[in-house]
Nanobody
Framework: QVQLVESGGGLVQAGGSLRLSCAAS????????MGWFRQAPGKEREFVAH????????DYADSVKGRFTISRENTKNTVYLQMNSLKPEDTAVYYC???????????????WGQGTQVTVSS
């Protein structure tokens, strides 16, 4: 059972940056692919980014490509989401998730964090 805890959310002005962190309890963290998803009020949860177990391969939603970067430090059991040039439409609760292979489909993931709120003001 993998427990995930996100942190780093907050309120930021448009054009600003935030770095989200997701810490995993499981020492086999390095065997899991990790994803970031977000959910805005009244909307479905959507894919943001994912990375393979090694961090060697990544993928991004078109809406965040070039602005967000996913990375991981397996020695710290942590995955990050660096978010630059934030826009008001990035406002959402951001979740990290783990599964054996990367996927853009939220329902494919086995383990989820509790989420962290990101609010971008215009």
């Amino acid at each position: 059972q993998v427990q995930l805890v996100e942190s780093g959310g907050g309120l930021v002005q448009a054009g600003g940056s935030l770095r989200l962190s997701c810490a995993a309890s499981e020492r086999t963290f390095s065997t899991y692919a990790m994803g970031w998803f977000r959910q805005a009020p009244g909307k479905e949860r959507e894919f943001v980014a994912h990375t393979t177990w090694s961090g060697g391969n990544t993928d991004y939603a078109d809406s965040v490509k070039g602005r967000f970067t996913i990375s991981r430090e397996n020695t710290k059991n942590t995955v990050y989401l660096q978010m630059n040039s934030l826009k008001p439409e990035d406002t959402a609760v951001y979740y990290c998730a783990a599964r054996y292979a990367p996927s853009v489909v939220p329902g494919h993931y086995n383990y989820w964090g509790q989420g962290t709120q990101v609010t971008v003001s215009s």
